[in-house]
């Protein structure tokens, strides 16, 4: 069942990226360049994401006893603002920029069928397993 | 600009549905790394990584849209990709978890984390620009 349900949601998530352009990597570079030929669009897509959640986060999930298809909520309890947020959100910002994809619109851009977006995809699992080696948690 | 809103909308949406469903936030970075390498432990992440794959899918095959032109340098791709693996892993988190749920959330973590990927890839963008790169 929440396999099912994952599978939906993912392809919701999906369709989402794709109507907003996240998957078309010269729009995500082009809301990168403020200096050139700024596009804009990008901030909307994630100001319209981030009100639903916010009202989810803020006024349903409180008051939720539990998830209706799980035992609990797994929510992420870290706060701490250290190097490896700083250091990790930085170089993913500048192959976020290099790119034009960051993780989402890669996988959603499989759909495609053409090579690079298999490029980059595998190219993001490497950085998982070099990360995993170069800089474990201890 | 009507359909961006409406494709964040979506994204919202379904981040919040896998949160009361499943009670687990959408951060695909992390899904898309459990996915891959703790197989069978969480299969719920496999589920949704084909679910990302099919949506876009669905839509292509209806002739709903069609694929956008790809003109970034292969160099460019496998250089970003692993720069994008290597900082979403160390940070915890990419576009969707930390600028959907965790921002969702107000967690000061993940706002700080959007502020600096932000940046980065502006700053990166203009130096590729400088550079003669774009």
Same mark, same amino acid.
């Given at each position: !069942?929440?396999?099912? +349900? ?12 794709? @109507? ?6 010269? /729009? ?9 030929? %700024?596009r ?14 916010? *009202?989810?986060?803020? *006024?349903?999930?409180?008051? !939720? ?11 992420p ?6 190097? &490896?947020l700083?250091g ?7 192959? %976020? ?8 619109p890669?996988?959603?851009?499989l759909? /495609? ?7 980059f ?12 080696w ?5 | 600009?009507?359909? +961006? ?18 009670? &687990? ?6 899904? +898309?790394? &459990? ?8 299969? %719920?992440?496999?589920?949704f990584?084909?679910?990302?794959? *099919? ?10 849209v ?16 692993? *720069? ?10 990419c576009?969707s978890?930390?600028? +959907?749920?965790?921002?969702? &959330? ?20 203009l @130096? !590729? ?6």
């Amino acid at each position: !069942m929440s396999g099912a +349900v994952s599978l939906l949601l993912g392809g919701l998530f999906g369709i989402g990226l794709v @109507l907003a352009g996240m998957t078309d990597p010269a /729009y995500i570079r082009g809301f990168l360049d403020v200096t050139g030929e %700024w596009r804009p669009e990008l901030a909307f897509v994630m100001a319209s994401a981030l009100v639903i959640s916010a *009202l989810f986060f803020q *006024l349903i999930q409180p008051n !939720m006893a539990r998830p209706l298809l799980a035992e609990g909520f797994s929510l992420p309890t870290a706060s701490q603002i250290d190097g &490896r947020l700083i250091g990790g959100a930085f170089l993913f910002g500048m192959g %976020w920029a290099v790119s034009g994809y960051c993780p989402g619109p890669g996988i959603a851009s499989l759909a /495609y069928l053409e090579p690079k977006p298999f490029g980059f995809v595998a190219a993001m699992l490497v950085g998982f397993k070099l990360a995993d080696w170069l800089a474990p948690v201890r | 600009m009507l359909q +961006v809103v409406i494709g964040g909308v979506m994204i919202g949406v379904a981040s919040a549905l896998l949160m009361a469903t499943n009670g &687990r936030i959408a951060g695909i970075s992390s899904i +898309v790394y &459990r996915a891959f390498f703790l197989r069978g432990e969480e299969s %719920w992440t496999i589920w949704f990584v084909l679910g990302l794959m *099919l949506g876009p899918a669905v839509m292509l095959l209806s002739g709903w849209v069609a694929p956008p032109n790809i003109d970034i340098g292969w160099g460019s791709i496998i250089v970003g990709g692993v *720069l994008v693996g290597m900082g979403t892993k160390i940070g915890s988190g990419c576009t969707s978890g930390h600028g +959907v749920c965790g921002m969702g &959330r107000f967690s000061v973590r993940s706002a700080v984390a959007v502020a600096v990927f932000m940046s980065a890839g502006v700053m990166t963008v203009l @130096l !590729m620009r400088l550079g003669g790169l774009l």
